[in-house]
């Protein structure tokens, strides 16, 4: 008998429609179920490509023995952390506050009024490695709650309470310069592992932000040692098992610290970022591996994260049916044996596979099988016959059980993938990734956006089409303008332009306080037991601080002071944060980076037909200036009529040919006709 989560959108909750728990969506209602009942809230947080949230459901909440003490005792909701970031978020804090760490699947017991006394992550089915079974955990949780409800009171208002008081004050920390940039870069390097590339030990996660800030560091001073730590922890990653050798696209992070072994489940916003990442590389270094990675996962991206609508679904399962026997497990659609290879390809090109990625007979992974990797040291062979080995690898894995795919569409994540992808079609004559970029753009403007009954917002999620119930937060708002900033530099489409512009403004009208620092909800959201504000970095850029670079960017395509002002006062966070957690603030870092520089403002003036235009125009998109921001289009007259980009008024022809204009700190360079002069331009400002 299905539950209450039946009619619900999130593939997540779907999931867990045919539990004998009676599960609840987060509702009014399910709090006062709780009340009327006199029974504590177990609220259960996860998202669909979770490998643990799939172990949990599958030992405890598929457990009727289980599902009916949790009937019988809680009120049990469910929530997908990716439809609500904002409770994901102010329940995480409480949990790592309280443990020192957190996690997902995230479990919270909570009173009536939603105020949280005992926390955990995954618990398993019986005792083990110094963690209680769940069912203990619940029948702890119920003894408290009965037999000692003073003390439990008294524990949920003193957590409440010790929330509140972490309310940021970064306010007047002061704006970000090249001083706490390069306390920064040395406190990177204090944490780089030298030898595998990243930072810190295993569990070793992507560092996108960093890599984004490291490359921009570079380009402003020059700095060697920022480019070697982007470059090799590009190239380790890109090696390992972390990457799909074979369909391209990341794993969310490598279980060690050498990038062999992934936690198999692939990200959207992962691989939008890395992508982005990758060809930033090579617009800097001219790298072969990093453009072969960069179009690698643009194309997975379009071919297993797209939907019919035109947006990109958010993930791929970790897990997938092992045809062998049968039951769902990590990694069972990537992982080979040498027997497996020989089996597609034959003696020869098998033995020759297992050389190139890594394949052992011992295996590098479960079970005798191993995760296909790149060696630098591995056998010299054509690029030709590699890639046919690969091919034929690719479509072999093809005929396997495919891991599940959550098709719900993420506006902030999909902004993140608009950027990559008009990126990529622009750097390597692609013009089938930029046209995938604006048709996800395009979905979002036609399903995201509402701005009916003067009542304008950007919905965070959709899927098949429909918008779903809940609102935006900062990320969704910054992520998309940024996705609409970096198309409108690629397309020359000046509507972009204007979308990014709505976005922005309603950032300042809807979270950001008095004080200049922004908060993760709008300030009509729901109220939850403490309004989320977090500065730092996940595995996606903070809400903060890409709410910040693109009001950066867009006060540098419009000449706002408004909006200058705005950006720079949300970056005072990062003089207060990048020297002491660089790790941890590094899109914040880079935006930084975007602010010290200028960033500079490029305007390319010309007929659009007239191929030394696009010469220019791509000279410019490759300038590896910091933030630079780039518009092309034809000239635009003073009152504003003709180009559709501000940085084109008064924008005349230098002879009668396209010309571009370099612009930084209000001072401008002499116009240009000759691409090579505007590379010059547009290079890194050495000390």
């Not at 490359?215 to 402003?220: S, V």
């Not at 890109?238 to 990200?267: C, N, T």
């Not at 891991?403 to 902004?415: E, S, T």
């Not at 990734?433 to 403007?445: P, Q, S």
Request: aromatic share 8%; proline share 6%; net charge negative.
């Amino acid at each position: 008998m299905p539950n209450r989560l039946a009619n619900e959108t999130s593939p997540y909750l779907l999931q867990h429609a045919d539990n004998p728990v009676d599960w609840w969506p987060w509702s009014p209602e399910a709090f006062t179920e709780a009340r009327e009942r006199g029974v504590p809230v177990l609220l259960s947080v996860g998202y669909s490509s979770c490998h643990w949230c799939h172990v949990l459901a599958t030992e405890s909440f598929e457990d009727e023995l289980v599902a009916a003490y949790m009937n019988e005792h809680f009120v049990n909701i469910k929530v997908d952390r990716e439809e609500r970031p904002d409770i994901d978020a102010v329940y995480m804090e409480a949990v790592q506050a309280a443990t020192g760490q957190g996690g997902w699947p995230m479990t919270v017991f909570l009173t009536p009024d939603a105020e949280p006394f005992y926390f955990g992550t995954y618990f398993p089915p019986e005792p083990r490695h110094g963690m209680p079974s769940f069912m203990q955990v619940l029948e702890g949780v119920r003894a408290a709650w009965v037999g000692r409800p003073e003390e439990v009171a008294e524990v949920a208002q003193r957590i409440v309470r010790d929330l509140a008081g972490r309310q940021l004050d970064y306010g007047k920390a002061g704006t970000p310069g090249p001083e706490e940039l390069a306390q920064a870069l040395l406190g990177l390097t204090r944490e780089y592992d030298a030898t595998r590339g990243g930072f810190g030990g295993a569990p070793k996660f992507p560092p996108s932000m960093v890599l984004e800030f490291l490359l921009r560091h570079h380009a402003r001073t020059g700095s060697e040692g920022a480019l070697q730590m982007a470059a090799d922890t590009c190239e380790a990653m890109a090696r390992g098992g972390i990457y799909d050798q074979l369909g391209g696209g990341f794993a969310r992070y490598s279980v060690d610290r050498e990038w062999v072994v992934p936690h198999f489940e692939k990200m959207l916003y992962d691989n939008a970022l890395l992508c982005r990442v990758y060809a930033h590389l090579w617009r800097t270094t001219g790298s072969d591996l990093a453009r072969s990675v960069a179009l690698g996962t643009a194309d997975f991206m379009v071919r297993e994260l797209r939907t019919h609508e035109g947006g990109f679904a958010s993930a791929l399962d970790a897990d997938s049916e092992d045809p062998v026997t049968g039951k769902h497990v990590e990694g069972a659609y990537y992982a080979w044996t040498p027997a497996q290879l020989r089996e597609v390809l034959g003696e020869e090109d098998g033995d020759l596979a297992a050389a190139c990625f890594g394949v052992t007979e011992e295996g590098t992974f479960e079970h005798g099988t191993s995760v296909l990797q790149l060696p630098a040291q591995g056998p010299d062979v054509e690029p030709e016959r590699l890639d046919g080995i690969r091919e034929r690898l690719l479509a072999a894995r093809a005929g396997r059980p495919a891991p599940g795919r959550d098709d719900k569409i993420v506006a902030a994540w999909n902004g993140l993938a608009i950027a990559a992808l008009a990126e990529c079609g622009a750097y390597f004559d692609r013009p089938d990734l930029v046209e995938r970029a604006t048709e996800a753009a395009d979905l979002l403007v036609r399903v995201h956006f509402d701005a009916a009954a003067g009542r304008a917002r950007l919905a965070r999620t959709s899927k098949d089409g429909h918008v779903g119930v809940n609102a935006g937060v900062l990320e969704d708002y910054g992520d998309v303008a940024e996705g609409f900033l970096a198309l409108a530099a690629v397309t020359g489409e000046g509507v972009w332009l204007e979308f990014a512009g709505f976005l922005v403004d309603l950032v300042l009208d809807l979270f950001a306080a008095e004080d200049g620092t922004l908060y993760d909800t709008a300030h009509d959201a729901e109220r939850l037991i403490r309004r989320p504000q977090d500065p730092t970095d996940t595995a996606a850029p903070s809400g903060w601080t890409a709410a910040a670079g693109a009001l950066l960017s867009y006060a540098a395509h419009t000449g706002s002071e408004a909006h200058r002002t705005a950006a720079e006062r949300a970056l005072a966070v990062v003089h207060a944060l990048g020297p002491r957690a660089p790790r941890f603030i590094g899109h914040g870092l880079a935006v930084a980076e975007a602010l010290v520089d200028g960033p500079r403002e490029v305007a390319v003036v010309g007929h659009p037909e007239d191929p030394a235009r696009a010469e220019l125009h791509r000279v410019a998109l490759l300038g590896t200036a910091p933030g630079a921001v780039v518009a092309s289009g034809l000239p635009r007259a003073a009152d504003g009529s003709g180009g559709e980009f501000p940085l084109l008024a008064e924008r005349t022809l230098v002879h009668d040919l396209p010309t571009a204009y370099v612009c930084r700190h209000f001072v401008c360079a002499r116009p240009t006709t000759d691409p090579v002069e505007l590379a010059e331009q547009l290079g890194s400002v050495r000390p």
